[in-house]
């Protein structure tokens, strides 16, 4: 094979190495941009179903439809409302209000005194919001067996348990319920300190206590409630 053959070669390996890269990169670069990404205002669906305006007092009250479509608890809202009246006004106001993900709330807001009451329906736009991460839920740990160790001198027994936290919070602590089979079935729920941060996935091996004999089949682990810290 001749130098420049040789060159050719090297070169095009070079070029496959980096094309392999590149999309290796690019694959993973989704995934990790939409785990970090955060809400904006638009995932917050802002409607006004009517409105109520007091001849007495000129006090003007707005009802609102709000949508979470985010995936965290919003806990207060920043609204903008284009008020049409002869001289279309647009006041903007803060106020507190829970709604967590996925969900609907229905609420009516004072927005102030007016000269008169609006001729149609007022426009509603969310300019911003607070949040927070919603409490996790138990489904959020995935809890699997892994496999067993028995010492028959001792009679004690280990089990492990495959942990994935999808929640956004760290876990600290789990109450975990066994089913092992036994001549008896043994059926022992245990609490036990655990650091699982969020998104993570850990092997953890729990201590069960003596048994009369190894388990002779698969063990049924789940848990029955965790505790969490942010």
Known sequence: MSMKERFIKKR???????????FAV??????????????????????CSGFQYDNDTAKLYLKLKLKNTSSYTITKVRMEYEIPIMEDGTITQTFSV?????????????VGKMAQQPYKSPKVKCLSFWYRSATPKLSQLKVSYKGYDYNPNTGELYITARMQNTSSYTITKVKMYFEIPLDETATPTQTYNVNIPAGKTKNYRFKIGRMADAPDGKTKVQCKKFWYKK
């Open 12 to 22: 095009r390996s070079y070029l496959v190495f980096f094309f392999l890269t590149a």
């Open 26 to 47: 690019l694959s993973f670069f989704p995934r990790l941009t939409l785990a970090a990404s955060k809400p904006t205002a638009k995932q917050l669906k802002v409607s």
């Open 98 to 110: 829970t709604i967590n993900p996925g969900k609907t709330v229905n609420k009516t807001v004072y």
